[in-house]
């Protein structure tokens, strides 16, 4: 069964770019859709591409980092038939809410006499 693997990218980045990338690369024209945002020429889009083996992954992630992708994500079991806009966005929302974010620098103050039976005032 094939996977989809979805990469968000920065608006600076080209998406004609990017398809020529992804032909170039040995991907057909059917096996990619590009989202883009309508509403602004300076958001973010998305691109979704059609992947069977871990070549193919490794192949389109390499296109994606090339072309100012910021992150990717692999959905298993899925064909570019069932997708649409809403569906990813839907997903990498979900993946992103239960992804553990690195937390600000936390300092723990330890005590340094260790642990004795004499009591201080």
Do not use: C, W
């Not at 910021?70 to 992804?99: C, G, V």
């Not at 600000?104 to 006499?113: E, G, R, V």
């Amino acid at each position: 069964m094939s996977h989809i693997l979805a990469g968000l990218f920065d608006h600076r980045s080209d998406y004609k770019q990017l398809e020529s990338d992804l032909e170039n690369s040995g991907f057909e024209n059917t096996d990619y859709i590009v989202y883009l945002n309508s509403g602004s020429n300076n958001s973010q889009y998305l691109a979704s591409v059609t992947v069977n083996d871990i070549n193919q992954i490794d192949l389109a992630r390499n296109v994606f980092i090339q072309n100012a992708g910021l992150k990717s994500y692999l959905f298993e079991n899925m064909n570019i038939n069932e997708t649409n806009y809403d569906t990813i966005k839907k997903y990498i929302d979900a993946r992103n809410r239960a992804e553990i974010h690195n937390s600000p620098d936390i300092k723990i103050k330890t005590s340094s006499d260790g642990m004795n039976s004499e009591v201080k005032f």
